[in-house]
């Protein structure tokens, strides 16, 4: 299913990817406080699927990172690279051994070689790509064949970023359109699921849906 053309959203509508807000985010993010849209809950679940699924060392990026990476305790990866329009938010991520101030937006392209990485993580960051197949082909390019992206996201959006489509879905479809844009990126082995929270933890009140994709053995 992997989609060739150059932008990889053949098919869509023109305005699908498209947002309220289109001032660029470096602008934007800068006149904005430093929050995550999961509540306490929603991001120990995302730590938990970390602790399960995120490679124990290597070097590992975190895409859209902002202020919190959600890793667990103990892991010794050798580099952790952060990607955000906001340094100063990278700055306060105590995660991070390396910083790169770029906007996927306007550059997709991911500053490492082929075959570089042992694990890329998005954290509640799809919703806010008007070129996603692009960013995700990249993530494609630079990970090391079977090495993960571990993609995650909560059902709540920040209105004026989110693209139209992401926002006109309901959360099932948004897991659906997550896999249709990984395997145009060329991504196959997929598993998804979804954390709930339990019964006795009223303060959580997020469901956290995650999508891990690993790249092909094989071209």
Known sequence: MSDTSPDGLQGFHPRAFARANEEPDALFYARTADFSHMDAGAQAAVTALYQTALPA???????????????????????VTGIDVSLRAMEANPALTERVVQDLNVNP?????????????????????????????????????GAP???????????????????????????RL????????GFGDMDSGDVVPPEDLPAWTDAVHAIIARKPLQA
């Open 57 to 79: 060392s290597g070097a590992v990026c975190d895409l859209m990172c902002g202020t919190t990476s959600h890793f667990p305790p103990g892991v010794s990866h050798a580099a």
């Open 109 to 145: 392209a991911l500053p490492f070689p082929d075959d570089s990485l042992d694990a890329v993580t998005l954290c509640d960051g799809l919703a806010y790509l008007t070129r996603p197949v692009e960013v995700l082909r990249e993530v494609a390019r630079v990970l090391r064949p």
């Open 149 to 175: 992206l571990l993609l995650s996201f909560s059902d709540n959006v920040h209105s004026a970023k989110a693209v139209a489509l992401w926002q006109a879905l309901d959360p099932a479809d948004r897991v």
């Open 178 to 185: 997550t896999s249709v844009l990984l395997a145009r990126a």
